[in-house]
């Protein structure tokens, strides 16, 4: 995938990083409609950098951030057994809060505490994974807490021949059971043995919908079975690709910055999350973009 040099459209300007994704996006207010010029304008550059960010958006309240992200594309909401408490339920219903802070009820107020996250494409077990997020920092710890992303058009593309042969027409069974800081989601059970695992199945090559590109799908590594393969040569394989994934010249990390905001593209990236030192306060609104489903 080329990476676009630095573009500029009316008062718009994207500045690709020196990375293999990520690009910096100046002239949106958050807190502002979406031009259809603008949208247009944001869509490619999202298509041709993968995750951009949008830096010094100040006090975008939860509906702001709602109406943003909702001229992406429609939003799902989060789960009703959601992980927001203490006061924050509130929230529009398309708002998910990802936190370590306690609330007034004594119960965390987000998901995914100050631990690490695993990299991992979000919500791959379901049939239509999400196609992007947005996370908006509200509060941010003095370090750590970095979000980090992976090109995985190229991920693909760096395989050699053979293994590309290989995995054409096969699919992975995406565990559902846990979640990227390795809990037990409520009511699943321990998985055992990977074949068994619960969750969708997609194929390990996709097509972009947008670029028409070939990309490498993963979900999360824990529990992964390549469907039709005996177990040893699944997870010989699934370690391949992996090693492959997350090599480290693949990877544009996301330092927070109070007012960030960034817009991933959860169909051709996987991220991972640093953690944090418990006792300080990390915040973030995230949004999530209904996606499509996936093609091989
Ligand atoms: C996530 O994995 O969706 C959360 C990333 C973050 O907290 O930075």
Known sequence: MNKATDTTNGGLKVVPSQNLLGADIYGVNLKLPLSSEDKQFIEKAWADNLVLRFRGQENVTPQELTQFSNALGDLDKRPVRGTVNGGYNDLPLEINVISNIIGDDGKPI??????????????????????????????????????????????????????????????????????????????????TDPRNAVGASHPLVRIHPVTQQKCLFLGRRKNAYIVGLPLNESEELLDELWAASTDPELKWTQVWQLGDAILWDNRCTMHQRDSFDASSRRLMYRTQIRGELVMG
Request: with cysteine.
């Open 110 to 191: 987000g998901g995914l505490g100050s631990y690490e996250a695993d990299w991992h494409t979000d919500m791959s077990y379901v049939d239509i994974p999400p196609k992007g997020c947005v996370l908006y920092s509200v509060e941010i710890p003095p370090t750590g807490g970095n979000t980090s992303f992976v090109n995985m058009y190229e991920a693909y593309n760096r395989l050699s021949d053979k293994t590309k042969q290989k995995i054409a027409n096969l699919k992975c069974i995406h565990d559902a059971s846990k979640n990227s800081t390795g809990e037990l989601r409520q009511g699943f059970t321990e998985v």
